[in-house]
């Protein structure tokens, strides 16, 4: 026999909490199943000097403010995911773990979500998986014949491992930035990304940049060129950034062509030995239990109309990116993203009940 409910949400972190927090409120029958074993989300595993581009008071999840962490202007990962653990708490969410979904597959009048702990139906699937499990690692020429070790940023705690050693980091985003920043207080690091990268102000962090995305999403809905909302740059000065740049270590090589036994090498002659290479290259939707449902992707991600998807409208996408709602990968951004998710679904749920 299957369990039965209103919604089943598939995945216990940022996003998928504060869809609960939402659902709640709709007074909606839903289950959040979660396949870590404890909460906090992908926040447990983040490198260990890991922070939030904003001060807790500006990265809430919907109902609760982040306390603040004493000490420190921007709160630490463990603080984050301490955080997500007495949410999930605080607003009694039906959070089911460690459940870990197989699949989602039409089943006629229901959709049904298979487990290892047994299948659900359900009316709706909301898909807050994130991206943390679907680490991206680009195939490059002789990538197999490096003798030295590759990590990508998942896999990446701290400096000490890289002391006195040659390191190059991949990337040209956040985590490229500060990855370096103290793997070269210990380590002769190089810094190598496909395009040069772009710096934002000193006083700009990640307040400033939600605003900038809200900008950016009522542009796109009114069907206004967004450009020139868009100009700030891609990198955080977060201080220890800074401190990197006024070390005068913070300088960009072009990416490299290949990878050598010993290294790596550009197609003008020019070589480089490292004993380590770090990819900081990002990730990708991690969505195979979407698989039965054959849904058509579209650069590289499902079709969706906000966060409904095109192929399937009983299921929702949640918490991944700017396809997904703008900034909806950070904490208040995913809270914006589920109110809307929920009012819509509410709606179709039970049409002649106003949800809050």
């Given at each position: 026999m299957a369990d039965t409910a209103d919604v089943v949400v598939i995945g216990g972190g940022q996003a998928g909490l504060a869809a609960g927090y939402f659902l709640r409120r709709a007074r909606l029958n839903f289950v959040i199943l979660d396949a870590q074993d404890r909460p906090g989300g992908a926040w447990r595993y983040g490198w260990d000097s890991l922070r939030l581009f904003s001060p807790a008071e500006y990265s809430p999840l919907p109902g609760w403010w982040m306390p603040h962490q004493e000490g420190e202007t921007f709160p630490t990962a463990g603080h984050v995911a301490s955080y997500l653990r007495n949410y999930e708490q605080r607003y009694e969410l039906p959070v089911h773990r460690p459940v870990h979904v197989q699949g989602v597959h039409d089943a006629g009048a229901w959709l049904a979500v298979d487990t290892d702990h047994g299948t659900w139906r359900t009316s709706i699937v909301i898909s807050a998986t994130g991206t943390w499990d679907s680490p991206y690692l680009p195939d490059y020429p002789g990538d197999d014949e490096f003798a030295g070790e590759q990590l990508h940023t998942v896999a990446y705690r701290s400096p000490e491992q890289f002391r006195g050693q040659r390191v190059v980091v991949v990337g040209g985003g956040n985590s490229a930035a500060q990855i370096l920043a103290e793997v070269s207080t210990i380590a002769d690091a190089t810094w190598v990304t496909q395009s040069p990268p772009r710096f934002m102000p000193d006083d700009v962090d990640g307040r400033v940049l939600f605003d900038v995305a809200t900008q950016r999403e009522a542009a796109r809905r009114a069907g206004t060129d967004t450009e020139g909302v868009s100009g700030l740059g891609d990198i955080v000065m977060v201080p220890s950034v800074r401190e990197a740049r006024d070390r005068g270590v913070l300088h960009a090589?072009?990416?490299?062509?290949?990878l050598t036994r010993e290294g790596i090498a550009w197609n003008d002659?020019?070589?480089q030995h490292c004993d380590a290479i770090i990819w900081c290259t990002g990730f990708r939707p991690s969505?195979?239990?979407l698989d039965p449902l054959g849904l058509e992707y579209q650069n590289g991600v499902p079709k969706t109309v906000g966060t409904r998807s095109v192929d399937e409208p009983r299921l929702y996408l949640l918490g991944?990116?700017?396809?997904?709602?703008?900034?909806?990968?950070?904490?208040?951004?995913a809270g914006r993203t589920a109110k809307s998710t929920i009012a819509d679904l509410a709606d179709r749920l039970h049409p002649h009940e106003k949800t809050t």
């Open positions: 090589h072009p990416m490299f062509d290949r002659g020019t070589h969505l195979h239990h991944y990116g700017d396809w997904t709602g703008s900034a909806s990968a950070t904490l208040i951004g």
